[in-house]
């Protein structure tokens, strides 16, 4: 992958597929209400994407206790918690991005080969007879980026197992996870299927595609405004951030957008500023993209001034915000 980021720190992250993983942050007003914000979460009400706060991450885990403590969550726990939601429908994930976040923050805390082998072992383990949870269908999605962060000598030994699982649950009719056994397992053959010819294909999927980034361009560009993550950009160049601010404008929702300017805004691109600025006044935000332009300022502010000129009102009204401050 090229480098496209404004650090080098940046590019690493992407490398290693972000946003498809968890980073718990510590500072987040949400961890000063970390039960409600969990609740909120489970109602669809919030979206961390890949930074959650790390107290929430805590009542996550917790949540199918009666009553869920705060103390840190040790890597015992972790996995335990992960192998219990794999095989039973107590935690209340309502999403299948719900598990994969489960999935990886049981992997910041536990590890990505301790997190493989408990995910791996539920599928040996698992009775195909009977009806699998939301969380054994929708965790193979999450096994094409725990293969990527794994050791080499282990992504082998794993890949053979998880093989012969994807086989044994295709044999039992289980056509949802099968699906996403084989978007992680075999990736952009698997995706093209998936969207290709599609009126409204689900691009989030261009994730999967790693080693065909001309495929990734071209779906990006066929449909504007569909959502993508910023993976997407890290495979198919900063050509895929055209027209971003309008897509994420309307495909993602409002409680999206945090996440989305943290992750485009790692993204060196005139994209990226436009992002910022059409994301200036939004509540969802408060004065993140303000902070944003602050702290790119050098890349940003010729082109905040640029667009000013053109007749930008949010343009003319950032600078007026910033004035004196970059």
């Given at each position: 992958m090229d480098r496209i980021c404004f650090t080098s720190t940046e590019d690493d992250l992407l490398a290693?597929?972000?946003?498809?993983?968890?980073?718990?942050v510590d500072g987040h007003p949400d961890g000063r209400?970390?039960?409600?914000s969990a609740a909120a979460y489970f109602a669809s009400k919030r979206w961390y994407g890949a930074e959650i706060p790390r107290e929430v991450a805590v009542q996550i885990l917790r949540s199918g206790r009666s009553e869920p403590s705060s103390?840190?969550?040790a890597k015992a726990e972790a996995k335990a918690i992960l192998a219990g939601a794999l095989d039973s429908r107590r935690l209340p994930l309502t999403e299948a991005r719900q598990v994969a976040d489960l999935v990886f923050i049981v992997e910041h805390i536990a590890g990505t080969n301790d997190t493989?082998?408990?995910?791996t072992a539920a599928f040996e383990a698992v009775e195909t007879r009977r009806v699998p949870s939301p969380a054994l269908v929708a965790a193979p999605a999450t096994l094409a980026f725990l293969l990527m962060r794994a050791p080499p000598s282990?992504?082998?030994?794993f890949r053979s197992r998880l093989e012969a699982q994807r086989e044994r649950v295709a044999r039992a009719g289980w056509d949802v996870c099968t699906r996403n056994f084989d978007l992680s397992l075999n990736g952009t053959p698997i995706v093209k299927q998936l969207v290709w010819r599609r009126r409204d294909p689900d691009l989030e999927l261009l994730d999967y595609a790693v080693d065909d980034p001309e495929f990734v361009r071209l779906l990006v560009a066929r449909h504007p405004l569909a959502k993508i993550s910023v993976r997407a950009v890290a495979i198919g160049g900063l050509a895929t951030m055209s027209s971003l601010a309008p897509r994420c404008l309307r495909a993602f929702p409002a409680r999206a957008f945090p996440a989305l300017l943290r992750d485009f805004g790692m993204v060196k691109s005139p994209e990226t500023v436009d992002l910022a600025l059409a994301l200036v006044g939004r509540t969802h935000v408060k004065d993140a993209p303000l902070r944003w332009l602050v702290a790119h300022a050098t890349y940003a502010r010729p082109l905040v001034e640029a667009s000013a000129k053109s007749g930008s009102p949010i343009a003319k009204t950032v600078l007026r915000k910033l004035a004196g401050k970059w």
């Open positions: 290693r597929g972000w946003p498809r993983c968890a980073e718990l209400r970390p039960a409600s103390k840190p969550v493989l082998e408990t995910i282990a992504r082998t030994a």
